[in-house]
């Protein structure tokens, strides 16, 4: 009865008291899930507002500063105020524009462009991130429900060897520690059930927050994860590599950024030339005894002088050692992904060699070692405590088996989020289940 109980709790969890079935991605899980991720997770609207932002000071970047208007009441009289008792007196109106040097108004704005594209891939980036967490989460679940399941299946063969363990010690042909043995193995059992519990619920409101939902919101998990293979050669894997060091939204951010530092390094020589600022004014008198009134217009032309080297050179300084820094930055990166892909192949292949030799020699060999133990145990040539090894191995091996599709898949997501998620569609991957 308690075993029934624990699971109808743990299928209340998964189930969240919904179900639904859907389509799935090309790794196995419900695109719901995706789409979950990308229109409702909180971070990954920020990450796109914080685009948004920078994709508009774009236009001021590039945009002159806005004109200054003087107005001037000039020269009246202290004693009178009147306008018409002296030349000097008049209404003066000015506008003045200030004008950058050549160059700098294209670099600052190409380097507020750059920003926003850096902004941009850091948004798909954002995306592929969290959906391969959410998908990596989803894994988690199926495997820790398919773990339960395993422990079900157990507890079942262990009703029937307690069964036969408890007639037998009826008989005097089993001793009493065998059957403790048996008790204790299910007590065991119980309590890993238990944790998985835990484990399961945990798991499911880690992939509820990714999609905005509440904790228990409901999730199925198939019976058998898909597994999905690759095809292991060194073209494709060079292709893969390309496209995660060059074209992926995280290469992406690293270049822009270069990009930028290339800009505001030359905005930082065009420090060193002088801004000017261009006006005109418009002086209106009043006719008085001495003078007819005539009104008179003017120019001018203003412009700093960049004397102060020391501050042009240490911003210079500083602008290279920026731009260096881009360099290295995404050279270390491309090493490192290198390096990831390298793994990632290594992984890939081995769980899929693993995943084979299970299937078609591991799972059937134990379940025949512990059917063997269990008769040759029913016929008294073998002890009860090595029958139940013989079926913890099996039950062990299953879950390894398990453990085996789930890191596959994981490894899987992992490669299609560094190469951005966008790409699932078009990675050359064998679409064929094992």
């Known amino acids: 009865m308690i075993v029934f109980c624990l699971v109808g709790l743990l299928c209340f969890a998964v189930t969240g008291g919904r179900s639904w079935a859907g389509d799935v991605d090309a790794l196995g899980v419900p695109e719901i899930i995706s789409q979950d991720i990308r229109q409702r997770n909180p971070h990954i609207r920020s990450v796109f507002e914080?685009?948004?932002?920078?994709?508009?000071?774009?236009?001021?970047?590039?945009?002159?500063?806005?004109?200054q208007l003087s107005i001037a009441l000039s020269n009246y009289p202290?004693?009178?105020?009147?306008?018409?008792?002296?030349a000097m007196t008049g209404n003066e109106i000015r506008l003045f524009q200030p004008i950058p040097y050549p160059g700098k108004r294209d670099q600052r704005g190409k380097a507020a462009e750059e920003n926003a594209n850096s902004a941009e891939a850091r948004y798909q980036d954002q995306i592929a991130r969290s959906v391969a967490q959410g998908r990596k989460a989803y894994y988690a679940l199926w495997y820790v429900e398919r773990s339960r399941q395993r422990i079900e299946d157990e507890l079942v063969?262990?009703?029937?060897?307690?069964?036969?363990a408890e007639s037998r010690y009826r008989s005097g042909l089993e001793s009493q520690a065998g059957v403790v043995d048996a008790q204790l193995t299910v007590s065991r059992l119980r309590e890993q059930l238990i944790q998985l519990e835990q484990q399961q619920r945990e798991q499911l409101a880690l992939l509820n927050q990714l999609r905005s939902r509440p904790p228990?919101?409901?999730?199925?998990?198939?019976?058998?994860?898909?597994?999905?293979?690759?095809e292991d050669t060194t073209d494709w894997w060079q292709h893969v590599g390309q496209q995660v060091r060059s074209a992926s939204p995280r290469a992406r951010q690293y270049q822009a950024q270069i990009r930028r530092a290339e800009h505001q390094k030359t905005l930082a020589?065009?420090?060193?030339?002088?801004?000017?600022?261009?006006?005109?004014?418009?002086?209106?008198r009043q006719a008085t005894a001495m003078d007819d009134g005539t009104d008179f217009v003017g120019a001018e032309l203003r412009f700093n002088l960049p004397v102060f080297q020391d501050k042009q050179r240490e911003q210079i300084a500083a602008a290279q050692s920026q731009q260096r820094g881009s360099v290295d930055r995404w050279q270390e990166y491309q090493q490192r992904m290198d390096q990831k892909i390298f793994a990632l192949r290594s992984q890939l292949r081995s769980t899929q060699q693993r995943e084979v030799l299970y299937r078609s020699?591991?799972?059937?060999?134990?379940?025949?070692?512990?059917r063997s133990r269990l008769s040759a145990y029913e016929n008294d040539l073998e002890s009860f405590t090595d029958v139940l090894k013989s079926l913890e191995s099996w039950r062990q091996r299953l879950q390894d088996y398990d453990a085996v599709r789930r890191d596959h898949q994981v490894a899987l997501a992992t490669l299609v989020e560094l190469s951005g998620?966008?790409?699932?569609?078009?990675?050359?991957?064998i679409k064929k289940e094992m």
């Open 421 to 429: 998620d966008d790409m699932v569609s078009t990675l050359p991957l």
């Open 50 to 67: 914080d685009w948004q932002a920078l994709q508009h000071q774009v236009v001021p970047a590039r945009a002159l500063d806005d004109p």
């Open 269 to 284: 020589d065009l420090d060193r030339y002088p801004d000017f600022t261009v006006g005109v004014s418009y002086r209106q």
């Open 216 to 230: 228990e919101y409901g999730v199925t998990v198939p019976e058998t994860l898909p597994l999905t293979p690759l």
């Open 157 to 164: 063969e262990l009703d029937y060897l307690m069964a036969l």
């Open 361 to 370: 020699g591991i799972l059937a060999q134990s379940q025949l070692h512990y």
């Open 78 to 86: 202290v004693d009178s105020l009147r306008g018409d008792e002296s």
